[in-house]
């Protein structure tokens, strides 16, 4: 399995270990949005990605999401801090347009300016859970 993140690749060898490879150049920032939540500060995690050669909102692959990717989307969208982290978010409906995953994989130190600065598989999703109802979502506060 491999990985990718806006200065550098990873590659999964044995059980447990993890290989970098060489620098590359940091990506802009991703468009992000949040939908279906009671407020502007909650919702399922959507993202502006290229897929097939058009942009398209999608969502975020849950499995491993937690509080250091939040505080990455908090801090993105002006939103604060996240006191929150959701692997299921069934609860809103969201952009029924954008249930298709378009990233996997994330896992961030919680100091990236973007969730494309974190971990991420790219091109390569793998997403047992899905999308959709089971897409990533945050709560944030200032």
């Known amino acids: 399995m491999s990985a990718v993140r806006g200065d550098e690749s990873w590659f999964e060898g044995p059980p447990g270990n993890v290989f970098l490879g060489p620098p590359q150049t ?38 491993g999401w937690g509080t250091m990717e939040a505080m990455v989307v908090c801090r993105t969208l002006g939103l604060g801090f996240a006191s929150n982290a959701f692997q299921e978010t069934w609860y809103w409906p969201g952009d029924v347009s954008a249930d298709s995953v378009v990233m996997s994989g994330v896992r961030c130190s919680g100091t990236e300016m973007s969730l494309n600065h974190c971990l991420h598989h790219g091109a390569h999703l793998s997403c047992s859970k899905g999308g959709g109802r089971n897409a990533a979502g945050v709560s944030c506060s200032e």
Do not use: I, Q
């Not at 009671?38 to 995690?45: A, D, I, L, S, T």
């Not at 897929?51 to 692959?61: A, D, H, Y």
């Open 26 to 63: 940091l990506e802009p920032p991703l468009a992000l949005r949040l939908s279906g939540g009671r407020n502007p500060f909650e919702g399922r995690v959507e993202v502006l990605m290229e897929r097939n050669g058009s942009l398209v909102w999608g969502t975020v692959c849950s499995e």
